[in-house]
């Protein structure tokens, strides 16, 4: 048989195809090409850090070096640059070295949850906001906070958080002060301490912020910080301290006010004298955004890296440069912090790949939290735990508590789920509702709501219930402060006409920071609930009917008043000042005015003991549904002395005691009464007793001793004290340290 000229041509190439594809299916298959830096020396993960970034900085460009000193610009803050595109939506990002393997540093703000997901439509948790899980006293809550916030950072495309903020609190109207840790250095440097270890356990670069003393916003781009060394070393720098030797964060921020003289992004004193040379710290300072004010000073003061543009640490540095103002050791000192952080981080080692949240994961750590944050501060007739078997109807009055719980607001706000992306400052609530909460655990009585817009009708409501549950907010952000203490929008008058009509009210408080509260007596029982992230009204809801067993301590003073702070009201800036807008700055401005901080080591606690001002609610307050008693307190001398006591459980239920120890000083060391120099979280069964061994840092008894430039232990008789507040101590005994 003759086969035609096409066939054959058909059967060459079917034959042709097969014999390729067997050629291909035996042949070993090429991997993609891998980039040149894979095997370079600064690969080799033997090698430390240091190391790592030293062989990275002798092969960059001065162009490549001046890039690493400054952001690429913030959606939002100015004429967006040509590089924008290359940014993930966040904060702001620096420049990576792609021909060497460097990353960007891609930023978020995460002071309780990631921000801006929205704008790459993806999901946050948001977390109780920091002074609310501060409350929880819990560093393994603590932990697990930074975890969650590295892990969603990573998810999301980010590898660097702006959380971290450890500002303690001086000023409790200060905007900010939700996202702080309280108003202890102790107890607040612990915290954030191990939430940054476990945040960049997720390799991500951890920061610590706002530093330092930045304790009001009025002002705060041109307020002058005044304060005595002594006290600066001993209360607000002591927080920062103790959070760098536990969290070793890849970076400081500087904060926006001048510290005594000098703006905090080019004070010599903080950022060299007390931050590289006494703390030893390695990682590299960048400014607040529009923290910085001069390119010689500032470089040589010790800030690394410039937020969220160029005006100082672009073009004018690297002039600076060329021309010999700025040495080349000076650029390459800034140049390998920031490059070590990448490579400690894990930044290099582990790129980014962005995933899905884990959602629920997320959830249940924030209620979690939460649920262990949430401070008891009255509970007359044993009003609370509510006990399903005899209520029948309930009254839920408040804004917005037939839809969520409100968050604060400025860079730390979280969006939320299934929404676009706020605007600035705007108000934000976090569902399920209280009312929902509440509903889901009584189901045979009906949920009665009011929104409280009008105090009689709620009253109204409320006396036709056997219990009325209002939900108190008071709103802050950065950008701003409060007037006073007071809850808003006639909520007194509210809850006082509530408590009128029925005496079995409960107040839930979602606020940032402490309020008064002129209806106190009035009520039946007082739960601050903070900001209580995703969630929240789960947790309060398990608090109010006792499926959990409130633990939560106060980590700041709630005062009667306003008159009774050490600063009555809070110093404005003057009228049209040159300097207020963080944008366009001057070289070398000056802070247009100041306050003095004459209250000095009397912070917090510290000033109504020593003032003999009696308060609201003391620091390190907070009730349970069961009770404690403490004894056998023993003190064993030594380098770090030994305080051991037993905490039982004297009530019928379990729980957990939050146990606090003070020291009261020398009196030759002229201190407060006392301050707080351990704790422990301890969990009893009902009846159950345990002994605490605390080993007590000698940095916590001691003085900052301002002529020497040290810390000093003073000889002395040290009174040690125990017991569940600061103002509830039934334990003491005193020893001689020499």
Not at 126 to 142: E, F, I, R
Not at 215 to 229: A, F, K, M, P, Y
Not at 235 to 247: H, K, W, Y
Request: net charge negative; proline share 6%.
């Amino acid at each position: 048989m003759t086969i035609s000229t096409p066939c054959r041509s058909l059967i060459s190439l079917a034959l042709l195809s097969a014999f390729v594809a067997s050629a291909v299916a035996q042949s070993p298959r090429r991997k993609p090409a891998e980039p040149e830096w894979t095997h370079a020396a600064w690969m080799n993960t033997t090698l430390s850090a240091d190391e790592r970034a030293d062989l990275v900085l002798k092969e960059l460009t001065l162009d490549e070096k001046i890039d690493l000193l400054h952001g690429q610009g913030m959606p939002g803050w100015g004429p967006p640059k040509a590089n924008a595109h290359l940014g993930n939506g966040g904060a702001g990002f620096v420049l990576g070295i792609p021909r060497l393997g460097i990353p960007f540093i891609q930023m978020s703000d995460a002071a309780y949850g990631v921000r801006s997901s929205a704008m790459n439509g993806r999901y946050s948790t948001a977390l109780p906001s920091n002074v609310g899980a501060a409350a929880s006293w819990d560093t393994q809550a603590a932990c697990d906070y930074g975890a969650l916030i590295g892990s969603e950072l990573r998810a999301q495309g980010y590898n660097m958080t702006l959380g971290g903020g450890v500002n303690i609190t001086r000023e409790p109207r200060n905007g900010r002060t939700f996202e702080y840790q309280g108003e202890d250095p102790i107890l607040a440097g612990t915290l954030v301490g191990n939430r940054i270890k476990c945040e960049q356990a997720q390799h991500v670069l951890g920061d610590i912020k706002h530093y330092a003393v930045n304790d009001q916003e009025s002002g705060r781009n041109e307020v002058d910080s005044i304060i005595g060394i002594r006290a600066l070393r001993e209360t607000d720098l002591l927080a920062f301290e103790i959070g760098i030797s536990i969290g070793d964060p890849a970076a400081v921020m500087c904060s926006y006010n001048a510290i005594n003289g000098d703006y905090a992004c080019e004070n010599k004193y903080s950022l060299t004298d007390v931050l590289r040379k006494d703390w030893h710290f390695k990682g590299f300072v960048l400014s607040d955004w529009g923290g910085t004010h001069s390119t010689l000073k500032a470089s040589a003061a010790g800030l690394d890296n410039e937020q969220p543009g160029e005006n100082f640490f672009g073009d004018a540095y690297k002039q600076a440069v060329t021309e010999g103002k700025i040495s080349k050791a000076e650029l390459d000192e800034h140049v390998h912090r920031i490059l070590r952080a990448e490579f400690a981080a894990g930044l290099v080692d582990n790129p980014i790949k962005k995933s899905v949240v884990d959602v629920m994961g997320g959830l249940e750590t924030a209620q979690r939290i939460e649920e262990s944050s949430i401070v008891l501060l009255k509970n007359a007739n044993h009003l609370l735990p509510l006990d399903k078997s005899n209520i029948h109807s309930i009254a839920v009055i408040g804004d917005h508590a037939n839809y969520g719980m409100i968050s604060g607001g400025g860079s730390a706000q979280v969006d939320p789920p299934g929404s676009a992306a706020p605007q600035w400052l705007e108000h934000v609530w976090f569902p399920p509702s209280p009312q929902w909460a509440i509903a889901d655990k009584i189901h045979e009585a009906p949920i009665k709501f009011d929104s409280g817009a009008d105090p009689a009708a709620a009253a109204a409501l409320a006396k036709t219930c056997d219990v009325a549950i209002v939900f108190a907010q008071q709103w802050t952000s950065e950008g701003m402060d409060l007037k006073d203490l007071s809850l808003p929008n006639n909520q007194d008058a509210l809850i006082a006409a509530v408590a009128a009509a029925n005496p079995k009210t409960i107040v839930v408080l979602e606020t940032g920071t402490a309020v008064t509260m002129p209806w106190l007596d009035q009520v039946g029982a007082v739960a601050e609930a903070w900001y209580a992230g995703s969630r929240g009204s789960l947790a309060v809801a398990n608090v109010l009917f006792g499926d959990v067993n409130p633990s939560a301590k106060l980590p700041m003073t709630f005062p009667r008043s306003e008159a009774d702070l050490p600063h009555p009201v809070v110093v404005q800036p003057p009228p049209h000042s040159e300097s207020a807008s963080p944008v366009m700055r001057k070289e070398n401005a000056k802070a247009s005015f100041s306050v003095t901080y004459d209250e000095g080591l009397k912070v917090g606690y510290k000033w109504y003991d020593a003032e003999k001002k009696p308060v609201l609610f003391p620091f390190g307050f907070g009730l349970s549904y069961t009770t404690y008693t403490y004894s056998g307190l023993s003190v064993t001398p030594g380098a770090s002395p030994t305080v051991s006591f037993t905490v039982t459980n004297s009530g019928s239920r379990p729980g957990t005691e939050i146990a606090e120890v003070y020291a009261a000083l020398p009196t030759s060391a002229q201190e407060p009464p006392k301050r707080l120099v351990g704790f422990s979280r301890v969990t009893l069964a009902a009846g159950e007793s345990k002994t605490v061994s605390l080993s007590i840092d000698p940095k916590y008894l001691s003085i900052f001793d301002e002529a020497g430039d040290k810390w000093k232990l003073v000889s002395g008789s040290y009174s040690f004290m125990v017991g569940g507040s600061s103002q509830d101590l039934p334990l003491t005994k005193t020893i001689a340290i020499n």
